[in-house]
């Protein structure tokens, strides 16, 4: 059984960095084709990718922020952690972690609940 | 990266008649596999998107047969034969062809007349 859970603080301060943790079962991000990548969600809005990790360690990134993110992942505590730089009032969204295969059928077929991160002052 | 435009944005129904939504890629999704990696996905009120559709026409696991999904290239089309009451919600189309750039269309928001 698959499942992935985000965790991280609720309210974050502008200009802080935010760290999220996306902890997950039921699959190894050490399989070949596994990913784990990050999606957001503004209130009311669409979603947005913001990052991908793969098997292999490779990395990518939303163009219009990799300059604000990090992704990295603990394979052995099953963990990936999205930390995001400068943080501002456009950044509030629930923040969910999915797992993606690299290959066909290239599909998002697990996400977690997600956890909506507040940026105020 | 792929610009994934959605129509109706928002789209009454009524309970037992069919809804239709639409997704326009601003480029071909043909991947170099000769796949196409479309999907849709579903996100009922208060709750994480869950995956529908993939490669066009696909029906995910446990996914009623209600559901369907066709189109080629650049238009694509997601159908419910009979709306019922728990598919009230928002619907995506999205695209992995561009992997690992990956974008959704913006919403269609389906709701009960």
């Known amino acids: 059984q698959v499942t992935l859970r985000e965790s991280g603080p609720a309210l974050v301060k502008p200009t802080q960095t935010l760290t999220l943790t996306c902890t997950f079962s039921?699959?190894?991000?050490?399989?070949?084709?596994?990913?784990v990548s990050w999606i957001r969600q503004p209130p009311g809005k669409a979603l947005e990718w913001l990052a991908l990790?793969?098997?292999?360690?490779?990395?990518y990134y939303s163009t219009s922020l990799k300059t604000r993110l990090t992704i990295s992942k603990d394979t052995s505590k099953n963990q990936v952690v999205l930390t995001m730089t400068n943080m501002d009032p456009v950044d509030t969204a629930t923040y969910y972690c999915?797992?993606?295969?690299?290959?066909?059928?290239?599909?998002?077929?697990?996400w977690g609940q997600g956890t909506l991160v507040t940026v105020s002052s | 990266d792929i610009v994934m435009t959605q129509t109706p944005l928002s789209s009454p129904v009524t309970l037992g008649q069919p809804a239709s939504i639409s997704c326009r890629s601003s480029?071909?999704?043909?991947?170099?596999?000769?796949?196409?990696?479309l999907s849709w996905l579903q996100q009922r009120p208060g709750q994480p998107p869950r995956l529908l559709i993939y490669?066009?026409?696909n029906r995910f696991s446990g996914v009623p047969d209600r559901f369907s999904g066709s189109g080629a290239g650049t238009d694509f089309t997601l159908k419910i034969s009979r709306v019922e009451a728990e598919d009230v919600g928002v619907y995506y189309c999205?695209?992995?062809?561009?992997?690992?750039?990956?974008?959704f269309g913006q919403g269609t928001r389906l709701e009960i007349k």
């Open positions: 999915a797992r993606i295969h690299y290959g066909d059928p290239y599909y998002f077929d697990y």
């Open positions: 039921g699959f190894s991000l050490s399989t070949s084709g596994m990913c």
């Open positions: 990790i793969d098997w292999d360690d490779d990395k």
């Open positions: 480029q071909s999704l043909v991947h170099s596999d000769g796949n196409t990696y």
């Open positions: 490669k066009i026409s």
């Open positions: 999205t695209q992995a062809t561009q992997f690992p750039s990956i974008t």
